[in-house]
């Protein structure tokens, strides 16, 4: 037997079944039970709402025929006040109807088609004490008429729906459109670009740092296999220069030998030489600069490097978030092919922010593309 079909009856038995005011009294308590499980499951379509109530409202018709008399020719009862609030469709001649609740539809939970286990919605119809719920509200007398006014509200409420759902699909197929266009969906094959975008690891100029933003860090491991040129080690301090009141202080912790670097007045540079036989070695060739640094006592800094390569040129001012842990901060130079006559400079401003705080530099090298 159908669950709710099994529902219904089994509702019937504690009653009088024969009455008809008690049998609409089931049917709208079937209805009104389907009606607070499809409230209670906000994911379930229009569509799927409405099929589960032409189910019920298709099988109560069905059991309603086995109480047609024999004798089709009845008196016509005088108007019921609920006509306008429930429907019911009869062959003609048939018995005077069984008012079935014509309930307004929202979007709801999940479908609720009767399943195997014999559950529908909130109401289990798997035995006796399943249909406790449609009995006692059935025993208790024939239901309150609902209110017209209170069907009509629920009705105003379905443009409201409709108008929802057209609104976000519209959203939807605007942000499909967007999403196309930015990835070049509507451009051909040939006009698209399919490689994949690599940040460069180095960067060249001044860098540009918006107001109340970070400044860029570049840092990055070197390659291994490279022909690195010595510019500076803390062994040899002979070619640091700390004027301006900047100083430069030799140091040694678990990390290795060091030489920390602050600034006196705001702006100053603590400067490196770079000596004429390097100069010469990258004269005309790619050449990849390496600062290996930290931010001395724990404190992040922002370091500013210079550079000053007479004939070669320079460097641009490059700019750099330190960090606690040390790490290689990189910048490429193409110089010309020209003969630089003397040594150049790297000079350093630990603190560019002027917040006293200091910069411990390991080692400055360079290496030539080959």
Same mark, same amino acid.
Do not use: H
């Given at each position: 037997m159908d669950p709710i079909e099994k529902a219904i009856r089994s509702a019937f038995e504690k009653g009088d079944a024969e009455d008809k005011a008690f049998r609409e009294n089931v049917y709208r308590k079937a209805f009104a039970a389907l009606d607070r499980a499809l409230q209670a499951n906000p994911n379930l379509t229009v569509e799927a709402a409405i099929n589960r109530r032409k189910v019920l409202q298709a099988k109560i018709a069905e059991i309603e025929t086995e109480f047609i008399p024999a004798a089709p020719a009845v008196e016509p009862e005088p108007a019921d006040p609920l006509a306008g609030a429930f429907e019911m469709r009869m062959e003609p001649g048939a018995a005077p109807p069984i008012?079935? $609740?014509?309930?307004?539809?929202? $979007?709801?939970?999940?479908?609720l088609a009767p399943s195997g286990d014999g559950t529908l919605g909130d109401i289990d119809v798997r035995g006796e004490k399943a249909v406790e719920p449609l009995l006692a509200s059935a025993e208790r007398g024939p239901a309150v008429a609902p209110d017209p006014d209170a069907w009509r509200a629920r009705r105003g409420r379905k443009p409201l729906a409709v108008f929802f759902i057209v609104a976000s699909l519209a959203a939807l197929i605007g942000m499909g459109f967007l999403f196309a266009f930015q990835t070049g969906l509507f451009k051909s094959p040939a006009e698209r670009d399919t490689s994949v975008p690599n940040p460069p690891s180095t960067a060249e100029g001044e860098d540009f740092i918006p107001e109340n933003e970070e400044p860029p860090v570049l840092s990055s491991r070197p390659e291994e296999n490279r022909d690195w040129i010595g510019i500076f080690t803390p062994a040899d301090a002979t070619s640091v220069s700390a004027p301006g009141g900047t100083t430069a202080e030799a140091m040694q912790d678990e990390s290795g030998s060091f030489i920390r670097i602050r600034s006196g007045e705001p702006g100053s540079a603590v400067v490196f030489d770079v000596g004429q036989g390097v100069l010469e070695r990258i004269a005309g060739r790619k050449a990849t600069f390496d600062i290996v640094a930290r931010a001395a006592e724990g404190q992040e800094t922002e370091m500013a490097v210079d550079c000053n390569f007479g004939e070669l040129g320079?460097?641009?001012?490059?700019?750099?978030?330190?960090?606690?842990?040390?790490?290689?901060?990189?910048?490429?130079l193409g110089p010309p092919a020209e003969s630089p006559g003397a040594g150049g400079t790297i000079a350093i401003v630990p603190d560019f922010a002027e917040q006293g705080r200091a910069v411990d530099i390991y080692e400055i090298k360079v290496s030539v593309a080959p």
């Amino acid at each position: 037997m159908d669950p709710i079909e099994k529902a219904i009856r089994s509702a019937f038995e504690k009653g009088d079944a024969e009455d008809k005011a008690f049998r609409e009294n089931v049917y709208r308590k079937a209805f009104a039970a389907l009606d607070r499980a499809l409230q209670a499951n906000p994911n379930l379509t229009v569509e799927a709402a409405i099929n589960r109530r032409k189910v019920l409202q298709a099988k109560i018709a069905e059991i309603e025929t086995e109480f047609i008399p024999a004798a089709p020719a009845v008196e016509p009862e005088p108007a019921d006040p609920l006509a306008g609030a429930f429907e019911m469709r009869m062959e003609p001649g048939a018995a005077p109807p069984i008012f079935i $609740p014509e309930v307004s539809v929202e $979007p709801v939970g999940p479908d609720l088609a009767p399943s195997g286990d014999g559950t529908l919605g909130d109401i289990d119809v798997r035995g006796e004490k399943a249909v406790e719920p449609l009995l006692a509200s059935a025993e208790r007398g024939p239901a309150v008429a609902p209110d017209p006014d209170a069907w009509r509200a629920r009705r105003g409420r379905k443009p409201l729906a409709v108008f929802f759902i057209v609104a976000s699909l519209a959203a939807l197929i605007g942000m499909g459109f967007l999403f196309a266009f930015q990835t070049g969906l509507f451009k051909s094959p040939a006009e698209r670009d399919t490689s994949v975008p690599n940040p460069p690891s180095t960067a060249e100029g001044e860098d540009f740092i918006p107001e109340n933003e970070e400044p860029p860090v570049l840092s990055s491991r070197p390659e291994e296999n490279r022909d690195w040129i010595g510019i500076f080690t803390p062994a040899d301090a002979t070619s640091v220069s700390a004027p301006g009141g900047t100083t430069a202080e030799a140091m040694q912790d678990e990390s290795g030998s060091f030489i920390r670097i602050r600034s006196g007045e705001p702006g100053s540079a603590v400067v490196f030489d770079v000596g004429q036989g390097v100069l010469e070695r990258i004269a005309g060739r790619k050449a990849t600069f390496d600062i290996v640094a930290r931010a001395a006592e724990g404190q992040e800094t922002e370091m500013a490097v210079d550079c000053n390569f007479g004939e070669l040129g320079d460097c641009g001012r490059k700019r750099y978030a330190v960090g606690y842990e040390k790490a290689d901060f990189l910048f490429e130079l193409g110089p010309p092919a020209e003969s630089p006559g003397a040594g150049g400079t790297i000079a350093i401003v630990p603190d560019f922010a002027e917040q006293g705080r200091a910069v411990d530099i390991y080692e400055i090298k360079v290496s030539v593309a080959p």
